[in-house]
């Protein structure tokens, strides 16, 4: 699929997304798009999110909890390389530009080729 009728089509989603390209020598990768109902939800704008990092200390302010999601996000996405997985998926709590928290299921597409050059993450509530 093209990838502006690719990015299109995530634009008319109802539930938050975004595209992440990875990087050939950092974990840090880049936040290429953030759709409307993302920027509705979270408060947050594709300027403001260039990178996994800059997302990360967003979402996630409290560093300990941080560190909590991040251990468990790199476990779930080695595992599905390991079992050749699709998708990974798991819950977190995250905070949205006016300071409130909310739980959130997170689902990602686990990029297993060279061929994938970005990788979506969705966000649906759960409260």
């Not at 290429?32 to 302010?61: C, M, R």
């Not at 909890?65 to 990974?88: D, H, N, P």
């Not at 959130?104 to 050059?117: F, G, I, L, P």
């Amino acid at each position: 699929m093209d990838q502006s009728v690719y990015r299109e089509f995530l634009q008319q989603l109802p539930i938050p997304s975004l595209l992440g390209e990875p990087a050939e020598d950092s974990v840090n990768h880049k936040v290429v798009f953030v759709n409307q109902a993302f920027t509705d939800e979270f408060g947050f704008t594709l300027s403001q999110i260039p990178d996994k990092d800059h997302w990360w200390q967003l979402a996630y302010p409290d560093p300990t909890y941080r560190a909590v999601v991040a251990s468990q996000w790199e476990l779930e996405w080695e595992l599905a390389k390991e079992k050749s997985l699709e998708q990974i998926s798991m819950e977190a709590c995250v905070t949205n530009n006016a300071g409130e928290e909310f739980r959130y299921r997170v689902v990602s597409s686990v990029n297993h080729s060279a061929e994938q050059d970005t990788y979506q993450v969705f966000f649906v509530r759960l409260e």
